[in-house]
């Protein structure tokens, strides 16, 4: 059924209609309208057989999530940011465990300094946590990928991330094909559980295992991502059959016939890239995108093969490795080994920075002339950043450098001396050696 | 004399007895207990009926009072629960000594998670028990005291304060026991630990410090919390049978003295246990909804010195001509003010 709602209200009614039986939830923005949506449903008694418990964190989401799913049920959570941070090492040991799990990430950027808009920091923080991570383009795919994730991570017994761009997605009112309950019971059959807390069949859950098992385990567990890679197309195309459009997948070629540059991107971004390759093919450069649906397990070849020939690869990236750069291109490189194909790193959109076409099209114009460094942040804020460098250079004590560039962005990047905090009696902070 | 008693016949609400045949040894002594009550009296770890929810061949010290405690506390609760117990495991000694494949010592639906999330994990145990229309298997939780009163303590409040259906058992050993004997907010005051050395001029744990859980869970209001004792194995029976006949969230909270930890004798477990009860120091009580209902009195009471000396964690207190009177005089308070507090004397009423 269409329906002109917003991202989250979407989400919740096709995470619904997959018949959850233990939802957690734990306030952060931009997840929070997700299971907000969901509780309103429980507690009408739209949505019957499903138990939504209120946590005290998200470590607690995540492990009553996994409690829920060893004893069998069909477990959900939704996170974002810092809340995802405070429940890594659940999120490890859901994935070391096996319980598939479905839990949507509203991406969201990690403080210090705190901040509440779009970038993918979180989901990259967990990227190798051994959880299957799949990338919402549009809104009408934020709500699909809930419905193929839980059969994805049923079908593997591994747990499933849904990276939903926060307040991009999450937030934005859009129309959504709602599908029917029975369409989704068509392609979600109950769930099947691989191990469960049984009083009639009794085992251990979560022993400990030494050395000599460890590698084997985590060996079937990089093999069940391996298998990954074969059953989410094969669940793509049972999903157009069963719903009549298409969603997910590995990657998403456009418009890379003969394309010299091609931009890889995450998510939602991938809408905005593509207006920019219509804009830029229009006017006769060769270019092209791929959107990588599917993050983990990385689609090596699916990438290696949509990427082959080109000229140079940008990977537009909204999230930041320090002292290396771009997380994306260093899986990029991997598909393209021994081609000698140049991949760039643009960081873009971190802390919800707007990704302009503009921007865009300065990069690939840039990119065109052979004007792109290795790693590069789209637009920048230059004299700002060198301000702050001078003032560190000439100052010790220079000060709170998210506040000093706030202030620079606020009132100009002017010289200016940050007031002398020291404390009575003590003297005043030293002068820097240039 | 070894002798085996009748085969064991595993009744049919405890599938998990027939995985392992209960044999007892040393019959004919006072060893199996309770010969001389009635049989509605005699300890569930008597009968060859029991669960055995975890088995022989685990690898915990010799004399290890977490051993013992969870062994009755698992069995009681399994007989209550007609033998449906889902046990969940936070990391820490129990979890360790029990588990390594293929040698796993529980014969019960066991998961084990990470340090600090026992009682959520729980919680989703439950609810996804419930969903399933299950709602006879009942689910228990248990930790030691650094995951329940430390890094557990938060996900424990929350599953107390949304009343969850799990009875959660903490195994009190005063100390961070499997990673080498560190301090807990748990480890009373003087005591040495790796992290609390027998240094300086106040050696051992900081006075004025801890927490004491059973009243925090009291503070919840839930419907019931007790402390017990390895010393008193038919009253941690008891508790745990009464527990199990409640719905909610459940605590109890259980002494369990750690030869290695402590610096005391493997022979000395349940001495010690009993002379922390009798001394005051480990008061014995059940509470509802936040009101103690019972207290276990102290039949003769002890001085804490009688419990402080045999372990050599607390040694520096007895320095032969150097006897820390002070300090020694200063845990004598805190076991009379608990004696007062729950009028654990016939003089000393509730
Ligand atoms: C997050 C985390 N921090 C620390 C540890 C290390 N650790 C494992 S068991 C343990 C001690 C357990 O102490 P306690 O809960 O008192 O149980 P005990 O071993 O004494 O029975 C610690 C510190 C861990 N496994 N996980
Ligand atoms: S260290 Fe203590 S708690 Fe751990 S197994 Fe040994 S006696 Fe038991
Ligand atoms: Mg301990």
């Known amino acids: ?434 | 004399m070894t002798e085996e008693t009748t085969g064991s016949t595993p009744g049919p609400a405890s599938p998990a007895a027939a995985t392992q045949r209960v044999r007892f040894y040393q019959t004919g002594t006072h060893t199996l207990g309770n010969r001389l009550m009635d049989a509605e009296s005699r300890t569930v770890q008597a009968s060859t009926d029991r669960a055995n929810a975890i088995t022989s061949g685990h690898r915990a010290c010799q004399g290890c009072g977490e051993a013992l405690g969870a062994r009755y506390a698992l069995d009681a609760a399994m007989r209550a629960a007609g033998g449906k117990v889902v046990a969940v495991n936070a990391t820490g000694c129990l979890e360790v000594f029990t588990t390594p494949y293929p040698e796993t010592s529980w014969q019960i639906p066991w998961l084990h998670s990470v340090f600090g999330n026992a009682p959520a994990v729980a919680s989703g145990v439950a609810a996804g028990l419930r969903m399933r229309g299950q709602k006879d298997v009942r689910v228990v939780a248990q930790g030691g005291d650094g995951s329940t009163t430390d890094i557990g303590f938060g996900c424990l409040s929350g599953m107390f304060e949304r009343n969850d259906d799990v009875l959660y058992i903490c195994y009190d050993n005063e100390a961070y026991m499997n990673t080498g004997v560190q301090r807990s907010s748990a480890t009373p005051p003087a005591a040495r630990t790796a992290t609390t050395p027998a240094l300086g001029a106040a050696p051992g744990n900081v006075f004025g410090t801890g927490k004491n859980l059973p009243r925090i869970a009291m503070a919840h209001e839930i419907p019931y919390v007790a402390t017990a004792s390895v010393a008193d194995l038919h009253d941690l029976e008891a508790k745990v049978t009464r527990a199990m006949a409640i719905c909610g969230a459940r605590y109890i909270h259980v002494h369990v003295p750690c030869p290695l930890g402590w610096g005391s004798a493997s022979h000395d477990t349940i001495r010690l246990a009993r002379l922390a009860v009798e001394s005051g120091l480990f008061p014995l009580f059940e509470a509802e909804h936040g009101e103690v209902t019972a207290v276990k009195k102290i039949r003769r009471k002890v001085p804490v010195e009688d419990y402080l000396r045999p372990q050599r964690r607390f040694a520096h207190l007895f320095r032969p001509g150097h006897e820390d009177t002070q300090r020694l005089a200063a845990i004598q308070a805190m076991a009379d003010a608990n004696i007062r507090r729950y009028g654990l004397t016939e003089e000393a009423p509730l």
């Open chain 1, 1 to 434: 059924m269409l329906k002109q709602i917003e991202g989250s209200q979407g989400m919740a009614e096709a995470i619904a209609l997959c018949r959850p039986q233990v939802v957690c939830a734990y306030p952060i923005t931009p997840q929070t309208h997700i299971v907000e949506g969901i509780g309103a449903m429980v507690k009408s008694g739209a949505l019957k057989g499903c138990e939504f418990i209120n946590v005290e964190s998200e470590f607690a989401a995540m492990s009553v999530a996994i409690g829920a799913s060893a004893a069998g049920a069909r477990a959900y959570t939704a996170t974002a940011s810092q809340g995802l941070l405070f429940m890594a090492e659940a999120v490890y040991n859901a994935a070391g465990l096996g319980l598939p799990i479905v839990m949507t990430v509203g991406n969201r950027a990690i403080g210090a300094p705190i901040n509440i808009w779009n970038d993918h920091s979180d989901a990259m923080a967990l990227k190798d946590a051994g959880w299957i991570q799949l990338y919402a383009e549009t809104n009408q795919e934020a709500a699909d990928l809930h419905i193929l994730a839980f059969r994805i991570a049923e079908e593997l017994s591994c747990p499933v991330m849904v990276c939903v761009d926060g307040f991009i997605l999450t937030h934005a009112f859009e129309r959504i094909d709602v599908p029917s309950q029975e369409q989704v019971d068509r392609f979600l059959p109950p769930f099947a559980p691989v191990q469960m807390l049984d009083v009639a069949n009794p085992y251990s859950i979560g022993a400990m295992v030494g050395p000599e098992a460890f590698t084997e385990v985590r060996y079937l567990g990089h093999q069940k991502q391996i298998d990954a890679l074969d059953v989410i197309p094969a669940l793509a195309a049972e999903f157009e059959a069963v719903f009549g459009r298409p969603a997910g997948g590995l990657v998403r070629p456009y418009r890379i016939e003969g394309a010299e540059t091609v931009v890889v991107a995450l998510g939602s971004v991938n809408g905005t890239i593509k207006d920019v390759v219509d804009a830029e093919r229009a006017a006769g450069a060769r270019v092209g995108s791929v959107t990588i649906a599917a993050f983990r397990p990385f689609p090596l070849q699916a990438l290696g093969a949509a990427l082959a020939g080109v000229r140079r690869v940008i990977c537009l990236e909204k999230s930041l490795a320090p002292g290396l750069g771009g997380m994306l291109a260093s899986n990029v490189r991997m598909a393209l080994q021994g081609s000698g194909t140049p991949v760039h790193t643009v960081i873009a959109g971190l802390g919800g920075r707007p990704i302009t076409r503009d921007g865009l099209t300065r990069m690939l114009q840039a990119a065109a002339t052979g004007g792109l460094e290795d790693v590069t942040f789209l637009d920048l804020n230059r004299p700002v950043v060198e301000a702050q460098l001078a003032a560190a250079r000439r100052q010790r004590h220079s000060g709170p450098i998210a506040e000093n560039l706030l202030k620079a962005v606020n009132h100009g990047p002017g010289p200016r001396r940050v007031p002398d905090r020291a404390a009575p009696g003590q003297t005043a902070p030293q002068e820097a050696k240039p």
